[in-house]
């Protein structure tokens, strides 16, 4: 029983993390430090990568191979629309995400892995069918990016050709977190719920403010 309570303790203690910097994000751009902030999205991702290693947990081999196997695959994704226009449409990343090779940040692969993991977790506690809760998740992933398609290019995340996401990208988004999720849940991949839904809601919550906000 202490035991238990101390893994619930340290759990909220990263989730308190997690929302005081988003909320952080939220009133220094707001009051008008949005470069200094923007700046150190890599280091947020950075703290959300650390909470999902270590609340999760990534505690197995399986998991890491399908972290990587993700990751990769969203890089590979990726570098196939930045260079050639395929699946998302024509559009180039900017100088916020952190490093990049071949023209994709390479924490847009964590990026992706991290979002199959928490999304499939959160799914995980709303269906038990495979292919039910392979498309709630999906959902999420989906419902995630029409917000952050906007207030990217303001952030200097990335942005598209004519200013605006088409049709295409959510059509792409939705195809490939699908075949992710899929794979994550014929896994059988378990994962805290907890941490999961809080990671997802502290990015819905920040991108939904400044969608609103701009």
Not at 140 to 165: Q, R, S, V
Request: glycine letters at 8%.
């Amino acid at each position: 029983m202490k035991s238990l309570y101390s893994e619930n303790k340290y759990v909220f203690i990263a989730i308190g993390i997690l929302w005081l910097f988003h909320i952080s994000g939220i009133i220094g751009i707001s009051l008008g430090f949005q470069d200094w902030f923007a700046s150190r999205t890599a280091l947020n991702l950075l703290i959300m990568f650390l909470a999902l290693i270590f609340f999760f947990p990534m505690d197995s081999i399986k998991k890491w191979a399908l972290f990587f196997l993700f990751g990769f695959l969203g890089v590979f994704v990726e570098y196939l629309g930045v260079t050639f226009g395929l699946f998302f449409g024509e559009y180039a990343y900017g100088n916020n995400f952190g490093p990049k090779i071949l023209g994709v940040p390479l924490l847009i692969g964590v990026n992706w892995a991290m979002l199959t993991f928490i999304c499939g977790a959160v799914a995980n506690k709303l269906s038990d069918n495979i292919f039910l809760k392979s498309l709630l998740g999906t959902f999420m992933m989906l419902f995630l990016d029409l917000f952050m398609e906007k207030i990217a290019p303001i952030f200097d995340f990335w942005e598209f050709t004519g200013g605006y996401a088409p049709v295409d990208n959510y059509i792409a988004w939705g195809i490939i977190s699908f075949i992710f999720l899929l794979i994550f849940h014929f896994a059988k991949l378990k994962g805290n719920f907890l941490i999961s839904f809080h990671l997802y809601l502290v990015q819905l919550a920040f991108f939904i403010y400044f969608y609103v906000y701009y």
